[in-house]
C-alpha cells in the first residue's frame, strides 16, 4: 500500500532466492509470453535478469522490490493479469477470431491457460492489497467512483542511464470481477518520476471510459454515494 521498498526486501529474503526465483519463473519473466506479434524481446539469463546461481543477497534484495532486471510491458500485464484470474497465467493474444468475407469464423482463438502460478486464496489476497494501494496508498490517483480498482505503482531507475526513470501504474478493475488490465506507462519523465503522481491518473481516466463502455455498472459504497 505504501510502496516500502524495505519492507518488499524483507519479504524477498524471508523468502530465500531459491523461492524467490522459482516465483518469479512461474510468473513468466524468464520467457517469452507467446503473444502474436513478431519479435517479441526474448529475455537472457545474466543480461535482462539474474539467474538462481547469480542471485545473492544483492540481487535478491533489488529484485525484490523490482529493479535491476528488465522486462517488458506484455510481460508485465500477463504477471498483473494472473493476479486478476485467480493465479492462473494466461497466453496474452490480440486476435480473437478471424472471419471470411461473407462474415464466417474460420478460426478462433480459445483462450489457453499456462500455469497455475500461486492459489486462488493468495491471488485474491493480493489484489485485496492492491485495491488498498488505490483505496489508500500510493495509487489513489487511480480512484474512479463505482469502480473497484486495484492496482500498484512503480518507480524504476534505468539500468546504465544515471539519473533516468521509468515511471508505471498497472491495475485491473472490477477489482472483485475483473474486465480490463491496465499498464501505464512514462519513459524517462521529467519532474515528477512517481507513477502515482504520473501514470495513476491516465489509467483512472482508461478504467473509467473503458468499462462505461463495455456496460459495467457501477457499484457505490456508502461513502461513494454519500458524496454523490
Known amino acids: 500500500m505504501n510502496s516500502c521498498n524495505p519492507f518488499f526486501i524483507k519479504i524477498g529474503q524471508k523468502l530465500g532466492a531459491e523461492k524467490f526465483y522459482e516465483y518469479f519463473e512461474a510468473f513468466g519473466f524468464t520467457e517469452k509470453t507467446g503473444i502474436d506479434l513478431p519479435a517479441e524481446s526474448t529475455p537472457v539469463a545474466g543480461v535482462t535478469y539474474h539467474p538462481l546461481e547469480e542471485m545473492g543477497i544483492v540481487e535478491l534484495s533489488s529484485s525484490s522490490f523490482g529493479q535491476s532486471f528488465q522486462v517488458t510491458p506484455i510481460q508485465m500485464i500477463t504477471a498483473i493479469s494472473a ?3 485467480g493465479g492462473k497465467l494466461m497466453k496474452p493474444y490480440l486476435i480473437a477470431k478471424q472471419l471470411d468475407e461473407n462474415g464466417n469464423v474460420i478460426k478462433e482463438t480459445e483462450p489457453v491457460v499456462k500455469r497455475q502460478v500461486v492459489s486462488e486464496k493468495t491471488a485474491q489476497t493480493v489484489a485485496e492489497m492492491m485495491e488498498a494501494v488505490v483505496s489508500k496508498g500510493t ?3 487511480a480512484f474512479v467512483s463505482g469502480y473497484r480498482v486495484a492496482g500498484k505503482t512503480g518507480t524504476s ?3 546504465g542511464h544515471k539519473g ?3 515511471s508505471s501504474f498497472g491495475c485491473f478493475a472490477p477489482a472483485n ?5 491496465i499498464l501505464i506507462l512514462v519513459d524517462e519523465p521529467v519532474g515528477q518520476i512517481n507513477g502515482g503522481q504520473n501514470c495513476a491518473p491516465v489509467a483512472a481516466q482508461v478504467i473509467e471510459k473503458t468499462l462505461e463502455y463495455l456496460n459495467v455498472e457501477r457499484q457505490y459504497t456508502e461513502k461513494e454515494l ?3
Open 226 to 228: 454519500a458524496m454523490l
Open 177 to 181: 470481477d475483473a474486465e480490463i488490465a
Open 83 to 85: 493476479i486478476a484470474n
Open 164 to 166: 533516468k526513470y521509468v
Open 139 to 141: 495509487g489513489k490517483n
Open 157 to 159: 531507475q534505468k539500468l
